[in-house]
């Protein structure tokens, strides 16, 4: 009878899952989308829940860059004075519907895409993605950076969010991404296909705002040379379908994957708000020229939201051009970890078909049990960030989600049915 129970429930969060149509439909300062940020000094961060002195140097970095950004200091010693003195306070960026790639760090005045769920109306947020090189996302903090997180904010997002106010409901991301994985993307590490085409489809709006010549240059110029722009996209997209799963408040579907650097924590739909944490691996995998494997930063970011639902190293076999580029092999290896990764999800989700697996829908219903059973634990394809603040990223890899966070949901579950 309870297995039956469980079953029932899952079965019903994979139909809302399957129902969700998230729509691209703003941009706005994150105070905006989160008002407890317009109230003190407060940092959004990746993750489950951590303080100052347990964090990585990358997300260390990030909120130095965080507070020059918004003017709390004007250098980094009064930075860190302000850091390590607990006057700024930290929130996962789950607790309040959004993710952050890699240090998550988000604060009042950044701008960020608002993602609304139109079938069930929750909305998600993430920050905008700030393209490659020195970024904030992998701890860097100098000039260039705060540059251009200001032309972000004053440029960028009002310019992004003024064409979407011309769409009839903002963009449709099912549709776009059904096309997307078609043509290469898993939407983790490969998202070329999907900037392309979500560039597309913004051109004939942004080229109808009222803005100067050399300020659409720079945006067109932007937009078409960011590669990863809709991973942020996707991860929004993501989030406000788990967290329409998670209104469901039984089964056992795990509703969120992420990690600081320090702990990789998860959130399961039968055990509601609670984290559930193990620490994190080290990603393995290519290194860019005067790096190695020494140098990785341990496991971090919300970005792990998109295999979550089923897509990023889940869905590999989707992305054979970026195989490699993971140090992942080639195509059979990214076949075989898709394969091994369908054993611990429920369903496929047909509405995102992955003409490489044979036209199989992706990975849909990461099942606690399942994983726990197997002892297979989710895949996660990531970017691999230096140790020490402001270097960035040094490569890119896969890495395993600790089985030790699953073990421990499936007993508090246990307890909670007094099994």
Same mark, same amino acid.
């Given at each position: 009878?309870? +297995? @039956? ?7 019903? /969060? *994979?139909?809302? *899952? ?11 300062? #994150? ?9 003190? !000094? ?21 909120? /130095? ?19 390590? +003195? ?17 240090? &998550? ?33 992998? &701890? ?40 997307? /994985? ?12 999907? +900037? ?52 469901? !408040? ?26 559930? @944490? #193990? ?9 860019? @020229? ?74 849909? &219903? ?17 970017? /691999? #960030? ?9 490569? #890119? ?17 246990? =307890? =909670?049915?007094?099994?």
């Amino acid at each position: 009878m309870l +297995s @039956t129970a469980i079953n029932e429930a899952n079965q019903k /969060i *994979i139909e809302r *899952i399957k129902a969700a149509r998230p729509h691209w439909v703003g941009v706005v300062a #994150a105070k905006e989308a989160v008002p407890t940020l317009a109230q003190g !000094k407060k940092l959004l961060h990746a993750g489950p829940p951590i303080i100052w002195h347990d964090m990585t140097g990358p997300m260390q970095g990030a909120c /130095i860059g965080a507070c020059l950004f918004e003017g709390w200091a004007q250098d980094e010693k009064q930075a860190l004075q302000l850091l390590e +003195s607990g006057q700024v306070e930290f929130i996962p960026c789950h607790s309040v519907n959004a993710v952050g790639p890699m240090g &998550g760090i988000t604060s009042a005045n950044m701008p960020m895409i608002v993602v609304e769920n139109v079938t069930h109306g929750n909305r998600a947020y993430c920050n905008l993605n700030e393209g490659i090189g020195k970024v904030m996302r992998f &701890g860097a903090y100098g000039q260039e950076v705060l540059d251009r997180h200001r032309w972000m904010k004053e440029s960028l997002g009002p310019a992004l969010n003024d064409a979407l106010k011309l769409f009839d409901n903002g963009i449709d991301l099912t549709a776009l991404m059904a096309q997307a /994985i078609t043509m290469g993307d898993e939407f983790h590490q490969r998202n070329i296909a999907a +900037s392309a085409l979500l560039l597309r489809t913004l051109s004939p709006k942004l080229i109808l705002l009222d803005r100067s010549k050399a300020e659409m240059e720079k945006i067109f110029s932007f937009l078409s040379v960011t590669d990863q722009f809709f991973l942020n996209v996707a991860m929004a997209f993501c989030k406000s379908i788990m967290d329409s799963a998670a209104q469901i !408040k039984e089964g056992t579907i795990v509703t969120a994957m992420t990690r600081n650097g320090k702990e990789f924590g998860i959130k399961v739909s039968g055990l509601g708000d609670q984290w559930f @944490t #193990a620490p994190v691996n080290t990603p393995q995998g290519l290194f860019f @020229t005067g790096y190695s494997q020494q140098d990785a930063n341990p496991d971090i970011g919300d970005s792990a939201i998109t295999e979550t639902f089923g897509i990023g190293g889940a869905a590999m076999v989707a992305a054979p051009g970026v195989t490699r580029f993971v140090g992942a092999g080639g195509t059979d290896a990214a076949f075989e970890v898709s394969e091994e990764m369908s054993e611990i999800y429920l369903e496929h989700n047909m509405l995102l078909q992955i003409p490489t697996w044979n036209f199989q829908g992706c990975c849909l &219903g990461l099942d606690l049990r399942l994983v726990v059973e197997t002892g297979i634990t989710p895949l996660i394809n990531t970017g /691999i #960030a230096h140790k020490q603040a402001g270097i960035g990223q040094i490569g #890119a890899g896969t890495v395993r989600a600790p089985l030790a966070c699953f073990e421990k949901a499936l007993e508090a579950l246990a =307890k =909670k049915l007094e099994v």
